[in-house]
């Protein structure tokens, strides 16, 4: 019997370490999962807390980049808005005085309006004055020279010693004047150098003393239509200003044009043509006038342009000008110019009338022989 439950218990003992050994190992597998969870619990908890703790420092760093942004921004925003500010003052302080430079720009533009208006006037004036004063000096030495005669193609050095002399008994002889007491006062070559010897000589001025003298002297000449010395034709003609020669000569190929259609014509003085037409004559004034009545009547195709004197240029260009003004001066400013030229102007033009006054004074009063 104790045998037995010798065995029994021995049996029992072999049989309880068996199951002791599974329970360890599961035990031991529960501990080590328990550890495991526990060990990762920590885990957990660790990196949640160290995630807060990021968080945390993340919020925080997150605050003060937020305020030392809005402080930067603040403080930039604040420095723009000064630049800002003065730029726009330094631009209204330069706008101003562009308004002001501008502003000065307009009234001087307005005053060389005024004043170029005004000096055209005086302009046009003063060329008309002068233009009358040319036209009177041209007068009055024509009738000057009204008394002179001028022949040409006396070769030089023909009249000797005392061109006089010379002159004297060769019109008498050519012109048959042999009792006709002549009365020159005066003769000579015209002014300048001597042409070389192929060239036409110069003419010879004669000074009469008396105008019926030397208007029976071409009379004469007329009459004989050829004069020859030394089988060179000598031609007969009035002393002419230089200004009425021009104007004669540019007859010349409306000359030619009417010898060639066969119409006779006259040049009376001082610088005029006269045609003879069928239906009766015509005076022309200039030769583009009488070339546009030529063309007119259907003589010829060619035209001359008028030659107009400097002073007629001129007068006719500044007709030509136009000059718009910009706008009107206001009324203060043009009465202050006004008043501050008035005493200026009102001097020059006294001064001015005077001298033109007592110049057509002794222009009207001189003594024209």
Not at 77 to 101: P, S
Not at 155 to 183: M, R
Request: charge should be neutral.
């Amino acid at each position: 019997m104790e045998g037995e439950m010798q065995r029994k218990t021995r049996s029992k003992a072999s049989q309880k370490p068996e199951k002791t050994e599974k329970q360890t190992v599961e035990d031991e597998d529960n501990a080590i999962e328990h550890d495991e969870e526990d060990t990762l619990q920590t885990s957990i908890s660790a990196i949640y807390a160290e995630i807060k703790a990021i968080r945390s420092d993340v919020k925080t760093e997150s605050n003060n980049f937020h305020e030392i942004l809005s402080r930067d921004m603040k403080a930039d925003l604040a420095n723009f808005r000064t630049d800002i500010n003065t730029k726009l003052n330094e631009i209204a302080t330069d706008l101003k005085d562009t308004i002001g430079r501008l502003e000065e720009a307009e009234q001087r533009v307005m005053d060389l309006e005024e004043w170029n208006t005004e000096a055209k006037e005086v302009r046009c004036q003063t060329l008309d004055i002068q233009q009358k004063m040319q036209t009177k000096l041209t007068d009055l030495e024509a009738r000057s020279r009204r008394n002179n005669t001028r022949l040409h193609g006396i070769p030089e050095e023909s009249e000797g010693d005392n061109i006089q002399e010379f002159i004297e008994s060769f019109i008498k002889a050519e012109l048959v004047l042999p009792d006709t007491e002549l009365g020159i006062q005066r003769c000579h070559r015209a002014l300048g150098p001597k042409p070389p010897p192929n060239a036409n000589p110069q003419s010879i001025v004669i000074y009469f003393l008396e105008y019926k003298i030397k208007e029976l002297v071409l009379r004469s000449a007329s009459r004989k239509r050829e004069v020859h010395l030394k089988g060179k034709r000598v031609y007969f003609d009035q002393d002419y200003p230089a200004e009425t020669q021009k104007k004669r000569k540019a007859f010349a190929p409306i000359r030619e044009l009417l010898k060639e259609k066969g119409l006779r014509f006259h040049t009376p003085p001082p610088a005029k043509l006269r045609i003879f037409f069928e239906d009766g004559p015509v005076v022309y004034n200039n030769a583009a006038e009488a070339m546009e009545d030529l063309k007119k009547k259907g003589l010829t195709t060619a035209s001359i342009r008028e030659d107009r004197t400097t002073v007629s240029a001129s007068m006719e260009r500044l007709s030509k000008i136009s000059w718009e003004t910009t706008g009107a001066r206001p009324r203060h400013s043009r009465e202050t110019h006004r008043e501050r030229e008035h005493g200026k102007d009102s001097r020059i033009s006294a001064g001015t009338s005077e001298i033109l006054t007592d110049f057509f004074g002794f222009l009207s009063q001189g003594k024209i022989s």
